[in-house]
T-cell receptor, first 112, second 115 residues
C-alpha cells in the first residue's frame, strides 16, 4: 500500500519568512496529492491539491510542487502570517479509488 | 448541508466499557472514513467504506474495534472493551467518488478519554 513520509515534523519561522514542507510517497500509481491544514482544536481542512499531470499549482501565498519521477511533493507558504500556524498534512491517493494516506503532519509555528 | 456530523463530541468512560461513536456523512457522498488522531501516532486511517461496503480495515488496531455502515447516511465505530490507550480524537470524513478530486470533508471529531 501507499506510504507517505513528511518532513519536518515541526517548523518554526519568523512572520514574513517562507515555509517549506516536504513529502515523499511510495506508490507510483498515486495521482492526487492534497494538503490539509488543521488549526488547534479544529478538524483538518483541504487548502490546496495537485494532480499528477501538473508540476506546480499556486493559490495566493500557497504553492505546491510535484516531482513524479522522484515521488516528491512540497508545500510552500510565502510571507507567512501568525494565522498560518497549524498542523499541515500531506496525502497521496489514486483518483479511481478513495484510499488516501496521510503523512504524519508538520506543526508550523509562525512567530510574530 | 450541515457537513459531516459526529456524536458525541466528547466521551469520557472507564476502562472496560463499550464505546460507540457515530457519524453521519454529507448527503450524496459515497465514501466514509474513520481516523484516529493522537500526538504520538498522528492521523491514522482505521477503516473506510465505499458505497457502505468496508474496503480496507487494515488500520483497525485490534479485534476490540469494529465499524459498521448499515446505510449511506450512518456509520458507527465501536470499541469493546475500551482501554486507556484508546484515548484519542476520532474523526469521521466523507467524500464523493463522483467529485473531480478526492477531497475528504472531516467531521468535528469525537474526543475520547478512557480512564
Amino acid at each position: 500500500g501507499e506510504n507517505v513520509e513528511q518532513h519536518p515534523s515541526t517548523l518554526s519561522v519568523q512572520e514574513g519568512d517562507s515555509a517549506v514542507i516536504k513529502c515523499t510517497y511510495s506508490d507510483s500509481a498515486s495521482n492526487y496529492f492534497p494538503w490539509y491544514k488543521q488549526e488547534l482544536g479544529k478538524r483538518p481542512q483541504l487548502i490546496i491539491d495537485i494532480r499528477s499531470n501538473v508540476g506546480e499549482k499556486k493559490d495566493q501565498r500557497i504553492a505546491v510542487t510535484l516531482n513524479k519521477t522522484a515521488k516528491h511533493f512540497s508545500l510552500h507558504i510565502t510571507e507567512t502570517q501568525p494565522e498560518d500556524s497549524a498542523v499541515y498534512f500531506c496525502a497521496a491517493s489514486f483518483l479511481d479509488n478513495n484510499d488516501m494516506r496521510f503523512g504524519a503532519g508538520t506543526r508550523l509555528t509562525v512567530k510574530p | 448541508d450541515a457537513g459531516v456530523i459526529q456524536s458525541p463530541r466528547h466521551e469520557v468512560t472507564e476502562m472496560g466499557q463499550e464505546v460507540t461513536l457515530r457519524c453521519k456523512p454529507i448527503s450524496g457522498h459515497n465514501s466514509l472514513f474513520w481516523y484516529r488522531q493522537t500526538m504520538m501516532r498522528g492521523l491514522e486511517l482505521l477503516i473506510y467504506f465505499n458505497n457502505n461496503v468496508p474496503i480496507d480495515d487494515s488500520g483497525m488496531p485490534e479485534d476490540r474495534f469494529s465499524a459498521k455502515m448499515p446505510n449511506a447516511s450512518f456509520s458507527t465505530l465501536k470499541i469493546q472493551p475500551s482501554e486507556p490507550r484508546d484515548s484519542a480524537v476520532y474523526f469521521c470524513a466523507s467524500s464523493s467518488r463522483r467529485a473531480l478530486n478526492n477531497e475528504q470533508f472531516f467531521g468535528p471529531g469525537t474526543r475520547l478519554t478512557v480512564l
